[in-house]
């Protein structure tokens, strides 16, 4: 009888085992399931004309203009054409890191050889990406940004 007492006590204290170690994983996997792994960023893009040409500047000044300003964020596209001005921003933005992708290009008519177009990309506050094309004429600048830690 004292065997029989024992086994039982036995399958008792297993099973409060098993379930108790079946709780600890079900409450530690629920935890990893809350870390979020993607963070939401100040994202502003900007594109600007350096008109450069000679010194003392006509009169009239010579500017250059934009022809168009594409911006991507993840798979949303954006298109401006014609802006005005020589300065284009697109003001700031939060965007999560889940996009992963920012991309920004702009294309304008330069007036002189030392004119420059300049396309940026910040995130929260520092460059991330720019890029500077010189010359006259039509030119063409593009700027890509991955959040993805390669």
């Known amino acids: ?85 020589i300065v284009w921003s697109s003001g700031e933005q939060f965007i999560n890191s889940s996009q992963s992708q920012l991309n920004l290009a702009a294309n304008a008519n330069l007036p002189y050889s030392d004119s420059k177009l300049i396309v940026t990309i910040w995130v929260d506050g520092e460059v991330a990406k720019s890029d500077t094309v010189q010359g006259s004429g039509e030119k063409s600048a593009a700027v890509a940004h991955s959040f993805l830690e390669l």
């Open 1 to 85: 009888m004292k065997q029989f007492y024992k086994s039982k006590s036995l399958l008792r204290l297993s099973f409060l085992f098993a379930v108790l170690f079946s709780v600890i994983v079900v409450v530690n996997s629920c935890k990893k399931d809350d870390d979020d792994e993607y963070t939401d960023h100040i994202v502003q893009f900007e594109a600007k004309i350096v008109t450069g040409g000679p010194t003392p500047a006509p009169t009239p000044p010579v500017t250059g203009n934009f022809k168009a300003v594409v911006t991507q964020v993840g798979t949303a596209q954006g298109t401006t054409f014609n802006p005005t001005g």
